[in-house]
T-cell receptor, first 110, second 117 residues
Framework: GQNIDQPTEMTATEGAIVQINCTYQ??????LFWYQQHAGEAPTFLSY????GLEEKGRFSSFLSRSKGYSYLLLKELQMKDSASYLC???????????FGTGTQLKVEL | DTGVSQNPRHKITKRGQNVTFRCDPI?????LYWYRQTLGQGPEFLTY????????KSRLLSDRFSAERPKGSFSTLEIQRTEQGDSAMYLC???????????????FGEGSWLTVV
């Protein structure tokens, strides 16, 4: 079966750094995605990791350890607009089907 | 706008009625996906197409659900005899089919909200 775990909620302060963790157990692995989703809107692509290590893209970084079934999304210099749900998704099987976690609702406070 | 386009964005229907959603993927993306999302949950895979071929269907896709992509471009998702449990956001996504990493990026549309009353 497929199991993806991430915290339900997190709160952080504007300007700070936050790390959102994701652990997974899946049959098959073709990479791990992070998406941002604001309420009522579509998921927006943030990052993709298929090899172990850190991928940096501006204020966002994502890390993957395939042997540990673990990833994290790091958000730096938090802004109020970063308040959203962050979805971890594992790509499995042919056709790049995504299996999503339930999402981590991040609240950025002043 | 060259993103994934879905319509209608919102649909309210009575239980037992049929509804159809349309998705126009990003031009030249030959893979197209349908997902369903309910409040507080991540999207759940329903089905996907490569060109006009429907290659995989989830067990979630009961016989009341049917999806087509007749010419390998736009796709439709029809739900027959809707039930209140069908109320959700139906998301369409597309991706190119290449061997490089960019080929694995999957882009979502803004979704079609269905409310069954």
């Amino acid at each position: 079966g497929q199991n993806i775990d991430q915290p339900t909620e997190m709160t952080a302060t504007e300007g700070a750094i936050v790390q959102i963790n994701c652990t997974y157990q899946t049959s098959g692995f073709n990479g791990l995605f992070w998406y941002q989703q604001h309420a009522g809107e579509a998921p927006t692509f943030l990052s993709y990791n298929v090899l172990d290590g850190l991928e940096e893209k501006g204020r966002f970084s994502s890390f993957l350890s395939r042997s540990k079934g673990y990833s994290y999304l790091l958000l730096k210099e938090l802004q109020m607009k970063d308040s959203a749900s962050y979805l971890c998704a594992v790509c499995t099987g042919g056709g790049n089907k995504l299996t999503f976690g339930t999402g981590t609702q991040l609240k950025v406070e002043l | 706008d060259t993103g994934v386009s879905q319509n209608p964005r919102h649909k309210i229907t009575k239980r037992g009625q049929n509804v159809t959603f349309r998705c126009d993927p990003i031009s030249e993306h030959n893979r197209l996906y349908w997902y369903r999302q309910t409040l507080g949950q991540g999207p759940e895979f329903l089905t996907y197409f490569q060109n006009e071929a429907q290659l995989e269907k989830s067990r979630l896709l009961s016989d009341r659900f049917s999806a087509e992509r007749p010419k390998g471009s736009f796709s439709t998702l029809e739900i027959q005899r809707t039930e209140q449990g069908d109320s959700a956001m139906y998301l369409c996504a597309s991706s190119p089919h290449t061997t490089d990493r960019a080929g694995n990026t999957i882009y979502f549309g803004e979704g079609s909200w269905l409310t069954v009353v």
